[in-house]
């Protein structure tokens, strides 16, 4: 009885994700921009570029630009916490480099997170327009 109910449920989530997915509203010959979230437009009209192929002919909008901000001072304070931790200043100090170097794994690791995290358009595009 359990189990069945829980595939129930997993069946449920996965026809709901299905639906979302093939539930696009659709125009044609429309400004991408001027269209809802959630739309396919097929022979988009653009007025900054010409695009050929698929790209010419359909055009789909899915997500709400993103308003996050960038903390750059977070970013700022992992490098010089990395340029702190440098080879030469771990080699006099007699620190363990296992533990130590480039802050520590975990330090990295944060590090390579808050980048990933800024690989999105929209915050890329945030960066640009500033």
Known sequence: MIYSRRIFFLLQYFLQRIFRLFSFAVYFGRYPA??????IVFFPCRQTSVSCGLAGIVALKDR???????DIGSLEFQVETIEGNCFGNC???????KTEYL???EHVRSLLQSVRNLKQNDLFFNILQN
Not at 34 to 39: D, E, K, T
Not at 64 to 70: A, D, T, V
Not at 91 to 97: A, I, P, T, V
């Open 34 to 39: 001027r269209v809802p979230n959630h739309s």
């Open 103 to 105: 802050g520590g794994r």
């Open 64 to 70: 709400k630009p993103s308003e996050e901000k960038i």
């Open 91 to 97: 080699h006099e100090n007699g620190l363990s480099l």
